[in-house]
């Protein structure tokens, strides 16, 4: 028995790896954190190592998950290594009583820190807890190619990603009634885009990084999976649908798409709806 035998890290090793499998991390592209449970802390915390590293202050605030513990991706690590590797590539931080800073408590065997884009997801998961009652344990950060590709070519506002998603693939309106938020380009890793993020995702559970790729979050590691994979399908879908030279003849018009939300019960973002 290991730590990685533990379900919660072969869930997270799992989902490292169905990403590395859909071709959405490049080198040492994207990143995935989760917030563990008290009863999974309980059942690490006997693999942990026997003195933590220092604490490291974020440079960022979330006073709501002082004391939380995260299984963060490392920075400059590749998810292709994580299922053959964990121990090297991933690790456990632990956030201090003032919620600024973290220490490593196990893994990242042969040194380093969690992914750059830590106080990032730090951020969107003080936000993402707060907007649902606790119930948002995953933030996950992606390249998918064909969400990329859309941000050339449409407005970056959060109306036209979500209405061409939603009119892309019947499922999408179900999946994520409450559609995406657009961050316009920056660089990556900084506060600045951190902030912009967490603007977005006080709305929306979903973030589109203009040509750069999308930042998902979830109560589970299946639901921020499949959101991301699902966003990812209706950009395919779009690319063709305007890659094969011909007009675009018909579409999920907006009354099909509220018989969707009524058919399944879930509400659309109305603004999204109709005309502008
Ligand atoms: O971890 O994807 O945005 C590498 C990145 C930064
Ligand atoms: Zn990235």
């Given at each position: 028995?290991?730590?990685?035998?533990l379900?919660?890290?072969?869930?997270?090793?799992?989902l490292?790896?169905?990403g590395w499998?859909q071709?959405?991390?490049?080198?040492?592209?994207g990143?995935l954190t989760y917030?563990m449970?008290?009863?999974?802390v309980a059942?690490a915390?006997?693999?942990?190592?026997a003195?933590?590293?220092?604490?490291?202050?974020m440079g960022v605030t979330?006073?709501n998950?002082?004391?939380?513990?995260?299984?963060?991706t490392?920075?400059?690590?590749?998810?292709?290594n994580v299922m053959?590797?964990?121990?090297?590539?991933l690790c456990?931080?632990?956030i201090?009583?003032a919620?600024d800073s973290?220490?490593?408590v196990w893994?990242l065997?042969?040194?380093?820190?969690?992914?750059?884009?830590?106080?990032?997801h730090?951020m969107?998961?003080s936000?993402?807890?707060?907007a649902?009652?606790?119930?948002?344990?995953v933030?996950?950060?992606a390249?998918?190619?064909?969400?990329i590709?859309?941000t050339?070519?449409?407005p970056?506002?959060?109306?036209d990603?979500?209405r061409?998603?939603?009119r892309?693939?019947?499922e999408c309106?179900v999946v994520?009634?409450?559609g995406?938020?657009?961050?316009?380009w920056?660089?990556?890793?900084?506060a600045?885009?951190?902030?912009?993020?967490?603007?977005?995702?006080?709305?929306?559970d979903?973030?589109?990084?203009?040509?750069?790729g999308?930042?998902?979050?979830?109560?589970?590691?299946?639901?921020a999976?499949?959101?991301?994979h699902?966003?990812?399908?209706?950009?395919?879908?779009?690319?063709?649908?305007h890659?094969?030279?011909?007009?675009i003849r018909q579409?999920i018009?907006?009354?099909?798409?509220?018989a969707i939300?009524?058919?399944f019960?879930?509400?659309l973002?109305?603004?999204?709806l109709?005309d502008?």
């Amino acid at each position: 028995m290991s730590i990685c035998d533990l379900d919660v890290m072969r869930r997270m090793i799992r989902l490292c790896d169905d990403g590395w499998q859909q071709g959405w991390h490049e080198r040492n592209g994207g990143n995935l954190t989760y917030r563990m449970t008290e009863e999974e802390v309980a059942e690490a915390r006997p693999y942990f190592d026997a003195q933590p590293r220092p604490w490291v202050n974020m440079g960022v605030t979330g006073k709501n998950l002082a004391g939380a513990y995260f299984i963060a991706t490392g920075s400059g690590k590749y998810f292709r290594n994580v299922m053959p590797d964990p121990e090297d590539s991933l690790c456990i931080v632990e956030i201090n009583g003032a919620g600024d800073s973290y220490r490593i408590v196990w893994g990242l065997v042969n040194g380093g820190r969690p992914t750059s884009e830590f106080p990032s997801h730090f951020m969107n998961h003080s936000v993402r807890c707060e907007a649902t009652g606790g119930a948002c344990r995953v933030i996950y950060h992606a390249h998918p190619a064909n969400l990329i590709a859309m941000t050339y070519v449409l407005p970056l506002t959060d109306r036209d990603f979500t209405r061409e998603l939603w009119r892309s693939a019947t499922e999408c309106p179900v999946v994520f009634p409450g559609g995406v938020g657009v961050v316009g380009w920056m660089v990556p890793g900084g506060a600045q885009i951190a902030l912009a993020t967490c603007e977005k995702m006080k709305e929306f559970d979903a973030a589109v990084w203009a040509h750069h790729g999308l930042f998902v979050s979830g109560p589970d590691f299946d639901t921020a999976f499949g959101l991301m994979h699902t966003i990812e399908k209706s950009a395919e879908i779009w690319v063709k649908a305007h890659s094969v030279g011909m007009p675009i003849r018909q579409t999920i018009e907006d009354a099909d798409l509220i018989a969707i939300a009524e058919e399944f019960g879930v509400s659309l973002r109305r603004d999204f709806l109709g005309d502008a």
